[in-house]
């Protein structure tokens, strides 16, 4: 395994997309617990937090299938470049209003959409290029090791994130993260991807081309099987990511500090997932595999309860925040990697970009809608309460993803 990752590595071209999108997840890493704080002690509201963390989504589900068709025809190195040169201005402008003491939550909200508006160009970016610098028996093997790296790096940033909130303020862990917006873009313009090769002729337009992309997404059912999980999944998991500081506050008690924790037990549990998944992708049922994702999220949500109640208990809450993320943590990796994997062996080259675009937009489609609901019972319920019923639900979603005979059928087809 270390020759093949060796080897790997010397590939100039992937080796600097690898290095642009390790510092991207690590200003990212450091960003979300920023802003997500930022957000909370802004507005000192957790509907509002949950409504950011929602438009954060949005422009995914309704601009990345145009976006991903757009892209297509254009040099995907530039639009990379370009994209993480504006997502550098637009969360610039952010660190420096919140310096300044003059950011206010309707800014938030705006700067939100824009910079996802301009993600939802990045990502089928990134996704259609990866086949112009590896072959395809090497993506499996690109794919798990960026994971796994990903992962060590999000550890680092997350580690400091919360510690680097409490003595500097919110500001700076946003200032890291245009940095790191100006890094990638550097090294994304150092790449020299080969030219696509028997890409379709140019259609009636971009909403020809979406169109497209969408018909060939329709025409795989194991695809269709694995966009429907997804949806639910990333559904799931929304009370957590937008109720997160809320959660710290008004159930733990706790400050940032305690998310540093829960985010280092998943990450580490991220990157055990990506290191084991090259080994188990051929062994593993893709059903058990979405179950064990399913019932990981089911027991962390339950696992928050109960911190929530043993929080004068320091053995038992350390145990819960720690042990049960990093359960969770593997889980998602697997889920994650065995789609991406999936969609690269599954898609023509010539339609990556767009069916990326309008599989993530599909996939991310949930999760804006149950963002604006959880901002909805946020205002009415406790947050124990919301996480108990995201913890029944996810369960039940489970055990119906357990027993899904056309995910069987489809990957075994």
Excluded at 112 to 129: D, G, H, K
Excluded at 164 to 173: E, F, M, Q
Excluded at 392 to 412: D, F, I, Q
Aim: glycine fraction near 8%; charged fraction near 15%; include cysteine.
């Amino acid at each position: 395994m270390k020759r093949e990752n060796a080897r790997l590595l010397r590939n100039r071209n992937y080796r600097l997309l690898l290095e642009a999108g390790l510092i991207n997840r690590f200003g990212d890493s450091v960003d979300a617990l920023a802003m997500t704080w930022l957000m909370y002690s802004v507005s000192q509201s957790a509907s509002l937090t949950a409504l950011n963390f929602g438009l954060n989504f949005l422009p995914t589900v309704l601009f990345q299938p145009f976006c991903g068709a757009f892209v297509g025809k254009r040099d995907l190195k530039r639009v990379m470049v370009v994209a993480d040169l504006i997502r550098a201005v637009l969360i610039g402008t952010v660190a420096l209003l919140a310096t300044t003491g003059l950011i206010q939550s309707y800014m938030l909200l705006i700067f939100t959409f824009l910079i996802s508006t301009v993600e939802a160009f990045r990502v089928p970016s990134q996704t259609a290029v990866i086949p112009l610098i590896l072959e395809q028996e090497d993506y499996s093997l690109g794919q798990s090791l960026s994971s796994s790296l990903s992962s060590v790096v999000q550890l680092i940033g997350t580690a400091i994130a919360g510690s680097l909130i409490a003595l500097l303020g919110v500001s700076a862990g946003i200032w890291i993260d245009t940095g790191c917006f100006f890094a990638s873009a550097l090294l994304i313009g150092l790449m020299r991807p080969r030219r696509p090769e028997g890409a379709p002729p140019i259609t009636g337009g971009v909403w020809a081309d979406t169109m497209d992309g969408l018909r060939y997404l329709k025409s795989d059912p194991l695809l269709l099987v694995i966009c429907a999980i997804a949806v639910l999944i990333n559904a799931l998991v929304v009370p957590f990511s937008s109720l997160e500081a809320a959660m710290c506050s008004e159930l733990f008690d706790r400050g940032p500090e305690v998310l540093s924790v829960i985010g280092v037990a998943i990450t580490l549990g991220n990157i055990l997932g990506g290191a084991l998944f090259s080994r188990i992708e051929k062994k593993a049922k893709p059903n058990l595999l979405m179950f064990f994702c399913f019932a990981g999220v089911s027991l962390f949500y339950l696992a928050c309860v109960a911190a929530g109640r043993l929080r004068e208990q320091e053995a038992a809450f350390n145990l819960l925040i720690t042990i049960v993320p990093f359960l969770m943590g593997i889980a998602i990796a697997w889920i994650n990697i065995y789609a991406s994997v999936l969609m690269l062996k599954h898609v023509s080259e010539e339609y990556l970009s767009r069916v990326s675009a309008v599989l993530g937009a599909l996939c991310a489609a949930g999760m804006p809608v149950a963002s604006f609901l959880v901002s909805i019972l946020a205002g009415y319920f406790s947050i124990a309460a919301i996480f108990t019923a995201a913890a029944l639900m996810t369960g039940a979603a489970g055990c119906l993803v357990a027993r899904n005979k056309a995910l069987r059928e489809a990957a075994s087809s």
